[in-house]
Structure formats: C-alpha cells, structure tokens
C-alpha cells in the first residue's frame, strides 16, 4: 500500500478481477463499518477512484465483478444483493441474489459464487441462481474460502468446522447449470377412450433471461401404452409462452385415452446455456370411474295421470358417449320391482322418463346407468307418492255401554274398495297394550264381526291396510265400563208402602241410621259420594252430601247418620255415586239406585 496515500486501521483485504482488468479493491472493517477503497491501476501505479465507509459491522470478503464496474460484499449482519460501483461506490442495482456471508469469488465469465454453509452460484444480474451445494452440519465456509477453476468447469470451497480448524476441500462440478425438473398437469381421473390434455411445465432456481419466453433447448414428449410399449413421440406438442401459472412455458398434448392398459408420457429437455438437461415420465391414471346422477321429479302424481322423471349424469371433463339407463320401477302390485326398458341419454348427459301409474302409492323409479365400456355403473331413484282414493270404514259395537263380564259385539264395515277387501279389528282395554282381535276378509256385506268379553273401557280399531287404488284407513270406537253398585241398609225395623214406593222405616230409638254401598269392579283412586233428600212442599230438596271418599279395601263404603237430624214421619231417600280416577279410568262412574226412608218417633211397640 505504499502507492496509496492513505492510511489503512489494519492490513486491507484485496480484490480484482478474474481477468487484467486494471481495477483493484481494498476493505478493511473498522468497528461498525468498513472502509473500502477502488483503485485504478496503470502503468505501475494505483489511482485512487473512491474511498467510503459502508454499513458492515462484520465484513466477510470482498469480489470485484469480472467486467470491473462492480463489487460483491459479503456480510452476516448486513446481508445485501446490492452492487456497489467501483467508480464511487454507490449501489447500482442489485445481483440475481443475495451475496453469502462468508466469502464470495466471481468467475471469468461474470458468474458469481459465495459460501456460507455450502456454496452457491449465480449470475450477476437477472433473478435466482444456478445452483446450491451443501457441506453438512456444522461445517460452514472458510474465510475467502471459495475459488473458481480457470475454465469455469469446476468450483472450489473450502470448509471448517466450528471452531474454525479441520479444513476440507469440496469441489462443485458444473457449477454454471442450473437445475431443472420437468412437471406435468393432465385432466383426470381417465376413463377408456376419454379425450385428455397432458401439460408439461419446468421449475428452475434460475428464472429466464431478458426476452425469453421459454426455455431454451430441446423438449421432446414421448407417450407410451399398450399400442406402443416403446413409445412414440409427439411431433408438434402446443407451446404456450411463460405466464403466472407456467413459467418456463409450457407444452401441451391432446388425445384419447386406451381403451384397455396404462397410458405415460415422458419429458426429454436437452438443456441450453445454463439451464442442465432433465427427463422425467409422468404416469396418467386410465381406469373405470362412475359418473354422478341427480333426479328430479315430483314429490306426488294423481293416480293414471302423467308424470315425469328427469336425470342428469355428470362427468368431470369431456366423456366418451357409451353405455345406457336403465330404469326398474317399484310399487305395491311389485313390491320386487320390474324393468320399465331404457331411457336415451343426451350428449350432455341429460334424460327423461314418462309414466302413468296405475297403481297408488309409493312408486319407486330406480335408474342406473351401466357404464357401457368405459365407466362404472351408477344407480339413484326417486320416489313419487301416487294419490288413491279414501275408503268408507267404520268400527261400531252393539252398545255404548256393558257390565263387567259381558260380551261385546263388535262390528268392521268396510266400503268399496279395488283388490284387498282385508280388514284387521284390534282391542285396547284402558291401561294395556292394543292386541289384534280378528283379522279377514269382510263378508258380501263389507263386513267383518267379532266378539269381545269387556273388562274395562276399551277403545276398538278397524284398520284397512290399502290396496292399489284406496288408500290405508283406520277407525275407531270406544266401549264403556258401568260397574255395579249395590246398597243395604243397616237394621232397618220394618218397611211400608207410601203410594207405590217401598220405605225403610226406622225409631230414633235405634240413634244412627246406617247405609252400605258396594262398587264391581273399582279402582284404587276412585272414590264415593253420598247424597240424602227430604220430601216437603211437594218436592224433594238435598238435605246433606257427602264428599268424595275413598272406599274400603274390600270395595265397600259404609255412611252413617244420626236418626235425631231427621224429622219424624218425613220422607227421605238416599243413594250414592262412584267416580273413578281422573287419570287412566278404567270404568264410567256409575249411580246406586234411590233407597227410601222415613223416621218415626220413639220405639216400635
């Protein structure tokens, strides 16, 4: 440095180009920043052209670009992919990548590589880089540890370990190629026989150059099968220049698909200037897929009136016209259901299939399409609930009323009707299951009979299940309960007759008079209530009740009053009423029957 006037903090590191170029670079780190300084050289002497401080605090090496104008600086903590001029060191553009941080070399021909944790090249100006080399954990760049051999055919790199000792020698081999690695798009899945378009695009860690708008060199696409297991190549693939989705460009092939076997392609790109040469074959699947199906038809349809069922089938791309749709219709006269032939299948996969139904109720249209020779079968139905008329029905017993222990008569009318003249009678005692009483044709009548010993309120049914025409139907009646009540009184002396009406005569010597009631059959729950009436002013007039009371175990019910609350010689008359639970009655309530009395004073003689 005796040639420069300056003064340097440290011994300077130097750079220039591959090439006699006359320009020479110094840089120093001073604390912060480094201090860098451009020279000329000519005829033996060195001109200063530019003297600066930069903001690089850790200053890695240093790499003047081939054509002289420029310098790479590498830095950990100030990582830049700026270009700084030599002649006044200020950024100028930037290079196709950031510089690494450990050291940086610039081959003749311009090309830049730098190490960190491997090696890595690139060229001065455009965007991305040509490729990467890895030294493995934890080895890491020496310092001004990378080197180009003459030609540019080989890169050089040394690497330490942590602490900076045990250097190794790694040589990249071309190391000015990029990488590149075929990819490819087609429509699919791919049925036998389907039309199908095959994409073929590229990746690469270096983009294209300046008016390019694909990649340079050769590709070949080759498509192999069973017709040509050696493969055949594609002539004239359709090219379509780099855009968002296709960067490299693209090319594309169309075709048909096998009827049988497997269908591939195979990509050959030769390689051009930096990019290296690549193939890859990329296997289309061809196998048998089904289709979707959607009906539409309406919810209900009048009985012998027209309707219609529509269909769409649905591929995912363009298909091959094959196969057929078959349709299968189910109803109550089949309940196994009967092929009702084909329906035509438009171009767009659409359908329509007309009926008029016979036959009421649930008529089930099951579609399926075979696939013909190139896709699975498909099935969907839709079901169409067909009107039929209402039956006359009606289920009526023989009284409204019965006794315990007595037999009912029960009797189904059913009227007119296509081809089920079946009626099924049911019995339902209060507080138990419903069970079937009879089932069978009604008579020439329309009716169908039974009999049926009442225990308890019963609620009796009459179902018709339906047939083709007529409609299911069900009816209902109910038969009561009326339990028995029975009365006595207790010691009454005598009786008399009071016009046509037999009296209990009793003495107010006897203190109480005494009345028993007796309900068959009762409920636990059920009560009774007492009702007494005196005769005066031509009428019978409520002299006392009694509350709803519960009965005695043993379904009895004893009332008691004294004979002193009567007036002597009146007329009285007594009975009693059975009510039975509110909830879950198995039984109407029921009155006792009027007992008449009269009281006389003092005792019989």
């Known amino acids: 440095m005796r040639q420069d006037s300056g003064t340097w903090a440290a011994p300077p590191t130097l750079a220039t180009t591959p090439t006699p170029s006359g320009v020479l670079a110094a840089a120093v780190q001073t604390g912060d920043t480094s201090a860098f ?54 950024v100028d553009g930037f290079f196709a990548t950031a510089v690494p941080a450990r050291s940086v070399a610039v081959a003749p021909d311009g090309t830049i590589a730098g190490g ?7 060229p001065e100006t455009g965007v991305g880089y040509y490729n990467e080399y890895e030294f493995g954990y934890p080895l890491s760049s020496a310092a001004h540890g990378v080197a180009w051999a003459p030609d540019e055919s080989r890169l050089y790199g040394v690497a330490v370990d942590a602490s900076g000792g045990t250097p190794t020698l790694h040589i990249a081999r071309t190391p000015e190629n990029a990488s590149v690695r075929p990819y490819g798009s087609a429509t699919g899945p791919l049925a036998p026989g389907e039309a199908y378009s095959f994409r073929a695009g590229f990746d690469s860690p270096l983009s294209l150059g300046a008016g390019e708008s694909m990649i340079p060199g050769t590709v070949r696409i080759t498509r192999y099968d069973d017709a040509d297991p050696d493969g055949v190549l594609i002539p004239d693939p359709t090219t379509t220049p780099a855009n968002a989705a296709d960067w490299f460009g693209a090319y594309h092939v169309a075709g048909t698909a096998p009827l049988t076997g497997k269908l591939s392609f195979r990509v050959d790109y030769s390689g051009s200037g930096h990019y290296g040469p690549a193939a890859q074959t990329f296997d289309m699947p061809v196998a048998k897929y089904a289709p979707t199906m959607a009906l539409t038809a309406a919810s209900t349809a009048g009985r012998a009136a ?62 399926t399409y075979d696939g013909g020779t190139s896709y699975l079968p498909v099935t969907a139905s839709a079901k169409v609930q067909v009107s039929r008329a209402t039956p006359s029905l009606s289920v009526t017993t023989d009284a409204k009323s019965y006794h315990s222990g007595a037999t009912v008569k029960v009797t189904a009318h059913l009227g007119t009707t296509y081809n089920s003249r079946l009626v099924t009678l049911y019995d339902q005692p209060a507080g138990k299951p419903r069970a079937q009483l009879k089932s069978g044709k009604v008579d020439a009548h329309g009716n169908l009979v039974a009999y049926y010993k009442v225990t308890r309120n019963t609620v009796f049914s009459a179902a018709f299940a339906g047939d083709y025409r007529y409609a299911p139907r069900t009816a209902t009646t109910t038969a009561t309960l009326t339990p028995t009540v029975r009365t006595a009184m207790q010691y009454p002396l005598a009786t008399t007759r009071i016009g046509s009406t037999t009296y209990q005569v009793f003495y107010k010597s006897e203190v109480n008079m005494g009345f028993d009631l007796q309900v068959t059959p009762h409920q636990s729950g059920g009560c009774t209530t007492v009702y007494l009436e005196h005769y005066y002013s031509g009428a019978w007039h409520q002299a006392t009740s009694q509350s709803c009371v519960p009965w005695y175990g043993d379904g009895w019910y004893g009332y008691t009053r004294a004979l002193k609350l009567f007036a002597s010689n009146d007329h009285y008359r007594i009975r009693g009423h059975y009510t039975p639970p509110t909830k879950d009655a198995q039984t109407t309530g029921a009155w006792s029957q009027w007992t008449y009395l009269t009281i006389r004073p003092g005792s019989p003689s």
């Open 116 to 122: 960190n944790h491997g090696l890595e090249t690139f």
């Open 306 to 367: 027209p309707t219609t069922v529509t269909g769409r089938l649905t591929w995912p791309h363009a298909h091959v016209r094959t196969g057929a749709v078959h349709v299968v219709k189910t109803d109550l006269a089949h309940p196994s259901g009967y092929s009702v032939g084909t329906v035509p299948l438009a171009a767009d996969g659409s359908f329509a299939f007309h009926d008029t139904p016979q036959v009421g109720g649930a008529n089930t249209y099951a579609f």
């Open 37 to 90: 300084v451009t020279y000329r050289a000519e005829g033996g002497a060195l001109t200063r052209q530019a003297a600066k401080a930069l903001p690089l605090p850790d200053l890695g090496d240093l790499a003047v670009t081939a054509d002289g104008l420029h310098l790479a600086v590498s830095s950990s903590q100030n990582a830049s992919i700026g270009r700084y001029r030599t002649s006044d060191l200020a």
